[in-house]
């Protein structure tokens, strides 16, 4: 699977913004897909995941009622819309797959033993 991030850009504090995911390969459906992110400096860190069936969704505490991922398997496509983004949201957004892992547990699954599929990172920077 192979997979693009797309959709970042320079927002103002309050704003909203929406990424997408794009996933080539056939098997693309059967994945649960996170968006991370990541600062200079800082580790990467879990935003949001979906399963691949699309009904089961999981957010980190610091996104949480900002954000809604979501899966549109037609088009291969999954989306992350942030609103009343804040400057410490500034950070490259990057989609990843993982194979079998409710999205509740993407998080301990990727400090343990990582993601199958990475995809290159969009860069988002809200502005204060």
């Known amino acids: 699977v192979q997979l693009q991030a797309s959709g970042g850009g320079l927002v103002q504090a309050g704003g909203s913004l929406r990424l997408s995911c794009t996933g080539h390969?056939?098997?693309?459906?059967?994945?649960?897909i996170a968006w991370f992110r990541q600062t200079p400096g800082k580790e990467r860190e879990f935003v949001a995941a979906i399963n691949w069936g699309g009904e089961r969704t999981y957010y980190s505490d610091s996104m949480e009622g900002r954000c809604t991922i979501s899966r549109d398997d037609a088009k291969g496509t999954v989306y992350l819309q942030m609103s009343a983004l804040k400057p410490e949201d500034t950070a490259v957004y990057s989609c990843a797959a993982k194979i079998g892992v409710a999205p509740g547990r993407v998080p301990m699954e990727n400090r343990l033993h990582g993601m199958d599929y990475w995809g290159k990172g969009t860069l988002v920077t809200v502005s204060s």
């Open positions: 390969g056939r098997t693309f459906n059967e994945y649960t």
